[in-house]
């Protein structure tokens, strides 16, 4: 519309400059002033600009047809439910790729006969040193687009509290089905997230105090893009934490076992220390005994040649 502006008002200026050409040359012919002639100039200068000008917006307007086309074809693709889905699950997975590589799982079905393909994505948690178990957060992705578009173009004030009401309902019964098949304690957290891949939609549905409030009732916690990074970068955090618990205690359970090794070498240490200790006093002994043993019978030898 702005464009659509800008070209009818660069035509009527260049009418205007147009026809006062014509009038200066017509006052020429009548062999006016050199002014008429400077005039003149001037206007074919601002006819030359307007000309590039006009080019600019020719090429301008060729960019926002093209911009328009290919938002056609996302609206297209968009307008497909499955095809919906599958473009806000791709989304969430380079989220999860980008933050927790490795430590997702994909279609998990968290709940013994639970239908097929199960919740879209299950994040594994931290566990705690020497914890076997494994425990996992579901995530479900949810995209009510119809519901949430007739709220945007709703015309009237009835028929935004009718859309309203109905994205409500759409998403409650997501929710339901969500606490349903997907919250499996001790398998998995006692609560699952559900996912909404634009920002818009999530404040829509946030900005319902009462929708939040039936939403926890349910265990279901909803996620935009934004908060839900920030939840799976404290996820992350507390792989962190973990880790460095693991290797205190390794640290810990290292020190110990120097600590016992010590004890062996001083106990060891103490009883060569006891076993030298002893065989110096039984060498003595045996030096002194000897000694007079020794001395009795030189002193024997003596006497008999005194005798």
Sequence with gaps: MTALVVILFLIVLAVN???????????????????????????????????????????GLGKIETLAGGVDSLERVLSGVKTRGIWAEVQLEHILKDILPGRYE?????????????????????REHGGDEKVLLPIDVKFPLTHYQRVVEANSVNDEKDARKSLEQEVMKAAKSVNKKYIAPPRTTDFALMYVPTEGLFAELAQNSELMNDLRKERVVLCGPVNVEAILWT??????????EENAQRVKDTLAGVRREFEKFDSELESIHNSFTAAGNKLRNLMETRQRQMRRALEGADKLEDN
Excluded: C, H
């Design 106 to 126: 994909e279609q998990v079905s968290v709940k013994e006969g639970s239908e097929r393909g199960g919740v879209d994505f299950a994040v594994r948690l931290p």
């Design 235 to 244: 996820i992350r955090s507390g792989y962190q934490l973990v880790a460095i």
């Design 17 to 59: 400059l147009v026809l006062a050409v014509f009038v200066l040359r017509a006052l020429r012919d009548d062999g006016k002033s050199e002014e008429t002639l400077r005039y003149e100039g001037e206007i074919d200068a601002s006819l030359k600009q307007i000309r590039a000008q006009m080019d600019g917006v020719n090429v």
